[in-house]
DNA sequence: CTGAAAGCGCTTACAG
DNA sequence: CTGAAAGCGCTTACAG
């Protein structure tokens, strides 16, 4: 028998036709038992397969979903969050039967869109957008195709106020570290963030300030490119303001982590001296010396839910029955030796 | 005009047969300049991609690799290398126009081996082997197929003596390390790896000794399990014996992380009383305090060589004409300040 | 319950 | 250079 089998092999050897055999495979209930357990037996020892494109052809669809990554994902800096989160996708995604295709969102103006394209040769049945500014040409098409999609990780932009969003709530993310630090009797704080605005940053900054002012804690802003290197370059300059404060939050890990190092090298002890912060309970966290306090974005959680949003979109994709669904994920608290 | 456009569609707009269209927007030479330009143009402007599909279908191939995670993956302990690699497989596979499906090996045995059904299905045009022991059912399947796919990574086994292989020296990863710390002047050694038997370990390991015991060095060998907070314990335990030693080496970098960690909570200074060196040149390295003086494993170098390898059996795969290519990379030494 | 037939959207020999 | 036709491997009305 040739590598290459198909349903008129499977037909020719069950002595049925080929319609029949196709039936049975797909378990119709137009098929008498008798029948059906033939045909599959004889599908099974053969080691049959499908041919994923006759069917994706005549079904239309594919059974596989599209993870799009910004161009940011190639930065190690801050995005070790973005690598530990696929391993969550391809777990999930491949319990539910579909394949997982990896996308890289252009960040210039392409007149071919990669994401279009995948949708419209008909090589996705959806999308999943791990993006922070997606493409708004992309998003107008998506939308007006009304093509299954859910929007991840990043609070919602007004252009994304059709579409399925599931994201943390930075806010109060921020607000549980200035919490965690208030009951320590913390009253001098040390903030290391970056200007640009970026929504979600904005959020846990705002979140641990509104909260620190709001007990009368005095605030110490500090601002730095978003990487660990620029983050210890800031400390060292900054270390004499540092040092006038007890507590210090890095928006997220790595910049605390760069800031522990920075401190340690000038014998300053954590938490003893200073306590110490993060955000994101990235994996850096737990190993660093002491461990880090930080905030879990609760990544498992925000996974299921995305896939099971996105897998109903695809199964009511004819229907055009949006659910058009905002889910808020609740942070926790990782309580650790730095604070 | 609707979402689904067809080179039916276009034909009709252009006035001529749809097989016209075909050629045309393939760049066949069996079209007239003016006749293709106009088709040209007319698929443009209604933003016309192909069925993948029914191309998949009739060309039978899919323009997809897939790259085989092992379930390993799921454990962040000794695989945050493998989500770094993730991106550069990205980013090349993106550049030379193929698809990047991520597919888990089950690793209890499986009839319904996912990796077959997707060479099977068509789902797929190669494939590269991210795992340390392959399913030997898979292999032989493979094999018999004739199918593109190469292993990366891991040291070869002797199932893979047909198949083509890219991995790493580890053994010379080894003896760089001893090499530099001989060249420090260090005399006793702790090295902190795992007794089970695993071929790229084990390189590491006895690359390193081998080196040491040629220049008379002493080594004080420590077993732990290849995760963080093992190594830590083991630390903890043996924390007399290596304090007799002046320089450690923990067989990945998260070994050696655990070992600072515990080294530095017993107010010992890295590197002036004990030099740390790790493996893996992973994220962590760089952001430790002190950063970590470790072994480069050549990465992208290796994805890149990885990637065009695979695209040289695809597109000779009628050919059955396999190179049989074994590549191994050298590895780099990163001196930073642990040691 | 089963089979013959049409059709999904392409590519490519074949004929002109 | 162009078109009509066959066929890739399936699914599913339609007829019986």
Same mark, same amino acid.
């Given at each position: 028998m040739s590598d290459n089998i198909t349903i008129k092999d499977? /037909?020719?050897?069950a002595k049925v036709s080929y319609s029949t055999v196709s039936r049975s495979l797909n378990? #119709?209930?137009l098929v008498s038992e008798i029948t059906k357990n033939k045909v599959i037996k004889i599908a099974k020892d053969l080691n049959f397969e499908f041919n994923a494109n006759a069917r994706g052809l005549i079904l239309s669809k594919s059974n596989a979903i599209a993870l799009v990554l910004s161009n940011k994902f190639s930065y190690l800096d801050t995005n070790s969050y973005q690598g530990l989160l696929l391993k969550s996708y391809l777990d999930i995604i491949d319990k539910k039967g579909f394949d997982l295709i990896l996308l890289k969102q252009q960040d210039f $103006?392409?007149?071919n869109n990669i994401v279009i394209q995948h949708i419209k040769s008909k090589k996705i049945d959806g999308l999943i957008f791990l993006v922070e500014n997606p493409n708004k040409e992309t998003l107008s098409i998506i939308n007006k195709l009304k093509f299954p999609v859910i929007?991840? =990780?990043y609070p919602p932009t007004p252009e994304l106020k059709n579409f399925n969003i599931i994201y943390s709530d930075?806010?109060? &993310?921020?607000r549980l570290l200035a919490d965690h630090l208030l009951k320590k009797n913390h009253i001098k704080f040390t903030i290391l963030c970056n200007d640009k605005y970026n929504e979600e940053y904005y959020l846990r900054e705002k979140g641990f300030c509104d909260e620190i002012k709001r007990h009368g804690g005095i605030i110490n802003k500090l601002s730095c490119?978003?990487?660990f290197f620029s983050a210890v370059e800031c400390c060292e300059e900054n270390i004499e303001s540092i040092t006038k404060t007890? /507590? %210090?939050? &890095? $928006?997220?890990?790595? $910049? /605390? %982590?760069a800031a522990m190092k920075v %401190? #340690? +090298? =000038? +014998?300053i002890k954590i938490p003893n001296d200073i306590a110490i912060v993060g955000y994101d309970n990235s994996e850096l966290s737990m190993y660093s010396s002491p461990s880090l306090t930080t905030i879990n974005l609760n990544r498992d959680q925000m996974v299921q839910s995305c896939i099971e949003n996105l897998i109903i979109q695809i199964k009511n994709a004819n229907k055009k029955v949006i659910p058009n669904e905002i889910i808020i994920l609740d942070p926790l608290l990782m309580e650790r030796a730095s604070s």
């Amino acid at each position: 028998m040739s590598d290459n089998i198909t349903i008129k092999d499977i /037909a020719k050897l069950a002595k049925v036709s080929y319609s029949t055999v196709s039936r049975s495979l797909n378990d #119709s209930p137009l098929v008498s038992e008798i029948t059906k357990n033939k045909v599959i037996k004889i599908a099974k020892d053969l080691n049959f397969e499908f041919n994923a494109n006759a069917r994706g052809l005549i079904l239309s669809k594919s059974n596989a979903i599209a993870l799009v990554l910004s161009n940011k994902f190639s930065y190690l800096d801050t995005n070790s969050y973005q690598g530990l989160l696929l391993k969550s996708y391809l777990d999930i995604i491949d319990k539910k039967g579909f394949d997982l295709i990896l996308l890289k969102q252009q960040d210039f $103006i392409n007149t071919n869109n990669i994401v279009i394209q995948h949708i419209k040769s008909k090589k996705i049945d959806g999308l999943i957008f791990l993006v922070e500014n997606p493409n708004k040409e992309t998003l107008s098409i998506i939308n007006k195709l009304k093509f299954p999609v859910i929007f991840v =990780h990043y609070p919602p932009t007004p252009e994304l106020k059709n579409f399925n969003i599931i994201y943390s709530d930075y806010y109060k &993310g921020g607000r549980l570290l200035a919490d965690h630090l208030l009951k320590k009797n913390h009253i001098k704080f040390t903030i290391l963030c970056n200007d640009k605005y970026n929504e979600e940053y904005y959020l846990r900054e705002k979140g641990f300030c509104d909260e620190i002012k709001r007990h009368g804690g005095i605030i110490n802003k500090l601002s730095c490119e978003l990487n660990f290197f620029s983050a210890v370059e800031c400390c060292e300059e900054n270390i004499e303001s540092i040092t006038k404060t007890t /507590a %210090l939050f &890095g $928006i997220n890990d790595q $910049i /605390a %982590l760069a800031a522990m190092k920075v %401190l #340690s +090298e =000038h +014998e300053i002890k954590i938490p003893n001296d200073i306590a110490i912060v993060g955000y994101d309970n990235s994996e850096l966290s737990m190993y660093s010396s002491p461990s880090l306090t930080t905030i879990n974005l609760n990544r498992d959680q925000m996974v299921q839910s995305c896939i099971e949003n996105l897998i109903i979109q695809i199964k009511n994709a004819n229907k055009k029955v949006i659910p058009n669904e905002i889910i808020i994920l609740d942070p926790l608290l990782m309580e650790r030796a730095s604070s």
